[in-house]
Structure formats: C-alpha cells, structure tokens
C-alpha cells in the first residue's frame, strides 16, 4: 500500500520569505501525487498534481512542487510567501484499492504553514 | 455556485443519539466520498460511491452507514452516536474513480457527540 509521510508538523516562517513543505511517498512503479490546502473552517482544495510528465509542477499562485523519483519525494516550494498562505497543507498519493480495483487518496498527516508578518 | 455542499455545517448531540449528514454536488462527476478528519487533521476515507454503486468501504463500524440516491447525492447516516466519533465529516467527489482525479471537497461537518 502507498503512503505519505509530511516530515514537519508545522513551519513558521516569514511574510515575504521562502518556504518548502516536505513530501515522502513510499515506492511504487507508478505514482500519482497531490497536494492539497485547507484554510481555516474549510475543505481541502487541490494545489497541484504530478501524474506524468514534467517532474516540475505549478500552481496559480505561485506554489511548486518538484517529483523526485530517487528520492521518492514531491517538496512544495514557495519563493516568496504572504499572510494569506497560512493554511494547512497536505501531501497525498493516489493507491490502488484491493477489493475493488479502484484508487482511493491517501492523504499525510499534513503541515501547518504559519506566515508572520 | 457551491460545488460540492455539506449540510449540516455543525451539528451537537448526546451519545447515543442517531444523526444525518447530506451531501450533494452540481459538478457532474460520477464518484463520491466521505471522509473523517480528526482533532489532530488526519484524514481517513470512509466510504466512496461510484455511480450509486458502493466500491470503496474501508474499516468503519456499521453505525455508520452510507446512502446514494442518485450520483449527484451521498448522505451519511450515524446510529448510536459516541464520543469517538467527534470529528469532521467531509463529503468530497471526483470526476470518475481512476488514480487521476483530484478530490473536491465539501466545506465539511463539524459533528461535536456530548
């Protein structure tokens, strides 16, 4: 079975500093990688996806995150963060479910980014 | 236009009690799930639904038993409410069942048992 593991429970940084959230997902063939964000009192939305090609990854709002296949990671990168990036964010890897033959998400313990101004 | 909504947004009650949650998306996709977020925000599936037709049933007790009426519905229904299962339940759906398709989530159902 897949997995994710977010090596940082929480990382504070700096309004306008960079930051990189840390990814490791257990070995597979093939592998699908998401990260997701939660801001206070909501659901999860979709940040970014790898599912093939480019090894580099963006968001539209000026997150990244690089697939690593020998290091089995997808680190999330931000060169310059705000205020309004303080949220939780969650790793998570696509797995084959065994009864079905179908695919459920599996989602890490996740990492809660603090901006300070 | 919500896409994926959740009703109740809160929702308190005793041990013991039996409780219902809906859920309903207007994005067209074929496949829905629950899942449970803890105190600590890790977060479990419970159950998928494809097309109405149940694949996804992971290790959840049967007080809790899941309801498609149509695939744009997933409703969860709790009996015998405890304490353990204070969390956040949120309904989330995805375009079909496959490896690549990203979830879309509900705004979630903060269910508090007393």
């Known amino acids: 079975a897949q997995s994710v593991t977010q090596l940082d429970s929480q990382v504070p940084v700096f309004e306008e500093a960079p930051v990189e959230l840390r990814c490791n997902y257990s070995?597979?063939?093939?592998?699908?990688l998401f990260w997701y964000v939660q801001y206070p009192n909501q659901g999860l939305q979709l940040l970014l996806k790898?599912?093939?090609?480019?090894?580099l990854v963006e968001s539209i709002n000026g997150f990244e995150a690089e697939f690593n296949k020998s290091q089995t990671s997808f680190h999330l990168r931000k060169p310059s963060v705000h205020i309004s990036d303080t949220a939780e964010y969650f790793c998570?890897?696509?797995?084959?479910?065994?009864?079905?033959?179908?695919?459920?998400?599996?989602f890490g313990a996740g990492t809660r980014l603090f901006v300070k101004a | 236009d919500t896409a994926v909504s959740q009703t109740p947004k809160y929702l308190v009650t005793q041990m013991g009690n039996d409780k219902s949650i809906k859920c309903e998306q207007n994005?067209?996709?074929?496949?829905m799930y629950w899942y449970k977020q803890d105190s600590k925000k890790f977060l479990k599936i419970m159950f998928s639904?494809?097309?109405?037709?149940?694949?996804i049933n992971e290790t959840v007790p049967n007080r809790f038993s899941p309801k498609s009426p149509d695939k744009a519905h997933l409703n969860l229904h709790i009996n015998s409410l405890e304490l353990g299962d204070s969390a956040v339940y949120f309904c989330?759906?995805?375009?079909?069942?496959?490896?690549?398709?990203?979830?879309?989530f509900g705004n979630g159902t903060r269910l508090t048992v007393t």
């Open positions: 994005l067209g996709h074929d496949t």
């Open positions: 790898y599912l093939s090609g480019s090894t």
């Open positions: 070995s597979s063939v093939s592998v699908y």
């Open positions: 998570a890897v696509s797995d084959r479910y065994m009864s079905t033959g179908g695919f459920k998400t599996i």
């Open positions: 639904y494809n097309n109405k037709e149940l694949i």
């Open positions: 989330a759906s995805s375009q079909d069942p496959s490896r690549r398709s990203p979830l879309h």
